[in-house]
Structure formats: C-alpha cells, structure tokens
C-alpha cells in the first residue's frame, strides 16, 4: 500500500513513517502542502495523512485538490493535526477528509485504519 506523508515536523513525520514500515507500507513524506500535491501527482497513493497547519497551502485546500483529480475520489484522507475541535472536524470534513486524528495520532487507530482499508480493497 503506497502511503503519503504530508507533515511539517520532522518528529511527527518520522514516527508516523516507522509506524507504517511495521505495517509493511511503502510510504514517502512531503514537508509542504505544496510538495505534498506534486507528490500525490506524481505517484498517486492509496492513503494520505495531512497535517492541516502546513506552511504555504494548508491540509483543507491539499485535500480538495487531490479531491480533484479522478483517482483522489479513490484515496483515504486522514488528517493529522494539533486541531482537535468539533469546528476543525467539520472543516476536514467539508474539504475532503474521511478521517480526523488529533496529535499525537494513536498507533492503534492507525492500525485498525490499514486493516479496514486492506478489507475495503479486496471487496
């Protein structure tokens, strides 16, 4: 499964990209909403996880964009912020997210999330 990063902090992008090693995932980190798109165009993945506060163009319009490209209506969307509130929930929502994970994102939902998209797949 090919997993897309898009996080500003090293830290953060690191831990999530151990994590998805263990899950035997091929995955590749973007440090800019920018940088993020042209890697999804590049090589369209299976599942993102966005950061909202992103230097440059924030998670909301990254999610929106890659909701424009046809194979962006096939991708998992997980945010990954420091914005925990209903208000912020919804606005993931609204751009384009299927998932929201308040930081620092619990390994086991992680987990439970490539197994449900792993099943979803070969349905």
Known sequence: ??????????????????LLDQLGCESVVAT???????????SPPDVV?????????DGYAVAR???AEDWGRRVTLVAVTGYGREEDRRRAELAGFDMHFVKPADPQ????LF??????AQA
């Open 1 to 18: 499964m090919r997993v897309l990063v898009i996080e500003d902090n090293a830290d953060t992008a690191e831990s999530l990209q151990l």
């Open 65 to 67: 964009r890659i909701r």
């Open 49 to 57: 996880f966005c950061d909202i506060g992103l230097p440059g163009l």
């Open 115 to 120: 197994k449900d998209v792993r099943l979803a």
């Open 32 to 42: 800019d909403g920018a940088s993020g798109i042209a890697a999804a165009l590049d």
């Open 109 to 112: 939902a992680i987990t439970r």
